[in-house]
Each structure stands twice: as structure tokens, then as C-alpha cells.
């Protein structure tokens, strides 16, 4: 818990910024000038420096809230854009800014679905049949091809849509004011809002280009490696291989740049690999039979949805205005980020390994709509699962361009539930894992 906010007075800033999240709760309150509660700790430190460690002492103070400096949420503006520059992923340099200045003004997204309306409800794929997925094939394979026809120069081209993912994923976007803090929608608890955004504009894309305001991106149910009898009422097939509408050659749901893991058919997905971070390497899939994947999905499933009750540990860690970025999954990232998350971008590979390709492959859109809706799950399994009720978390506002071509101001209050988007999740067989036993897990 998050008691305090630390001005540091002296020494480096960003050992003192982890100190602050760690060592926060060290402080007691007492009334300084202004109005504003001041503490003033003094901690010693060892640090390890050119191989000796030494002992280095860091002049805190604390300010609690009524304080008026430090905190306050991240913002994108028309100066963010202008202030664009090329960012890294895992020391690779990439070049993915927008244009610089923005034509047009930048108009606010409200959530304006009217509660009297039905919800449209994105389907789990495994379990479209018939006529049905008939008729949602050829409206995906045309929506993607219209998608993918979009000329460069259009916002709301699919090479467009990797670019914007890109330029918010590695470090382009600067914070307005700052030459070097930057603006990120991974590793913090900005994860689950800004791609719940990402794929929202994306759907509504597709919907403007198909003419048809009811289409939905039906998702990967990818966490399900069981088959259930249900209660006639929603979708109990297995959904842990790729869904053959993203996996036919031909067609502009495909990617190739893949890896051979993914075209297999009668491969399941595997979730289950705790040592992922894509900035050590290519990850290692151990051969496994599809017994041992289905049980180490449902563990990790288990462990990183249905055994969290820590906002935190769920969502990731708080982001503000001043805050470095983070590099390191395990500093950072919620649970469900983590795991299945980026184990599932290792997993398929290719575009999908790295954050400045990933949205280039149409599979990202369909998973990702499975990691938002595992986000609802989470909320619906106890009382205690809630997301931050922050203030720098809710006012955070973010820019994207929707199905028109306009620039849109979004905050992140107005996206924490899907049914003031207008729609939501068929249901499936979240059961599979979140009553798996851990107590006879043998790993
Ligand atoms: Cu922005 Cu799955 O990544």
C-alpha cells in the first residue's frame, strides 16, 4: 500500500524512486508549514558500486496528500505527439513516431452506450459452427483485407495501428515537461485499460469498414484447455489452440512471421513459462506432450487470475508523472501481464515477440480481447478484487484515433467496464482453472 509520496532531496533519482515504492510505509506523518503533512526520514542504504558495496544515505521527505507536489496522472497531448522521438525495445532502436502535429482537433470520448440497449457480445471462436462461422469468417477475412488496404497516410491503417501500439510501447512518447521520462502502457497498471482501448478502436475500425455497427472481434479463449458440459448456456469447448480463422494461409487474418509452434493444429498453447522476459532472449519451450500443457495452463491460469487479491500484484505497478520507465516484467508487471500475457506473445513469436511488430499480426487483437475479458473475471471472484481507485490512475488520459480518423482523449475512468462500451463476453469456461488444485501440482 502506497502511503505516502517521497520528494527526494538529494542523491540518484531513480534508486530513490524504487526505494520510495519499498520503503514508503517507513514514514510517520507530522505537520509541516503550508498546510502539508512532512516527514523527513533517513535511511541508510547498501548499494552495490563498482564491485565494493557502499553505504549511502538518502534524505527523504514524505508529503501526504494534501501535499501539492509530486503526484499526478500521465497525460498524452498535442505537445506529446510534437515531442515524439525514436524509442528501444531490448536495446533495439525503432522509429515509430506519428506524425508530429495533429490536423483537426482532438475531441473527448464519453462512453455513451445507452444502458436500455442489448450488449453485443464478443464470442469465444472455438465455439463458432455452421452457418454461423461461416458468415463471421467472410466478414473478418473482408474487414482485415479493407484493413490492410488503408493507405499509410491513414490513421486508422492497420500499419498505423502497429505504429501508435509501438510509439506508446517503447518509449517514444516523452512525459510533457521532460526531456527523458517517458510514457508506457506496459509493465504498469496501465496495461489492462490502454489495450482494452487499443482493441475497442480497433473493433469499431472494422465495424465502419464492413458497414455494420454489430460486428464484433470474437476472442482467443486461449485459458480454457478443457472441455466442460456446461450448462447450455455459453461456450465449454477447449480453446487453447490457434483459431483456424487466423491460422489459413491465405487469408488477412494470417501472419507467417510466426513461429512453427503456432501452425501446428493440434499444438495447445503453453502458459506456463515462468522465466519470459523477452529482453533475455528468445524464451525456451521445452517439448511438452498436450497433457502437461493443459495442467501448467491451469496452474498458471490459477496462479495469476484466481489466487491474486493484491491490486498491485493483479494490475501492475502504479505509473505517475515523474515515475522512470520500467524494463523489467517483474518489477512491474500484473500478474495476468505477465503470465499469460507475454508467455502468449513469446509463444506464437514472431511479430508477436516484439512490442514494436506485435499489433502486425491479427492474432494480437483476438488475445488481447481474452486478456481484458480475464481482467472482468478477476473483478467477478472476490469483493477484494478492485482496481485502483487512484486518482492518477483514473485521470490518466490517452490519444488514439478512432473510426473515423479522429483523434480521441480517453480516460482511463471511462474504460473499467466494458458494458459502458456496449458489450461484453459470452460466457466460457473460466472454471477450468480457477478451481484447479495447486496443492497437487508436481512441477
Ligand atoms: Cu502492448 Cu500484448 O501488448
Known sequence: MRLCNLLVISTD????AELIEKNCHFCTWSQGTNNTLVHTCIYSMRVASKNTMLSIRFLLCCFGAVASVQSAPITITRETFAACRPG??????????PPKTIEGPIVDFKPDFHPSKPLRVRKALQCLAGEELEIYTQKLYKGYALMRALPDSDPRSFMRQNQI???YGTGSFVQDGSTNLTMDIHLNWFFLPWHRLFVYFHERILQKLLNDADFSLHFWNFDNSEEADGDGDGCYKAGHFVPPVYADLEAPTFERNRTSRAFDPANPV???LLSTDPRLGQPVFHNYTVEEAVRGNKRIMHRAVAQ???????VGRPRRVGDPQILDASDGAGTLEWWPHITLHNWVGGFMFQTQTAPLDPIFYIMHANVERLWKVWRSLSPANVDPADPDFLDAAFLLWDENAVLRRIRVRDVLHTEALGYTYEKVNDASWIFFDNSTYDP
Open 88 to 97: 528501444s525495445w531490448a536495446n533495439i532502436p525503432v522509429e515509430c513516431c
Open 165 to 167: 501500439h509501438c510509439a
Open 270 to 272: 503453453y502458459l506456463d
Open 308 to 314: 491474486v487479491h493484491d491490486v498491485v500484484a493483479f
Open 13 to 16: 533519482v531513480h534508486l530513490a
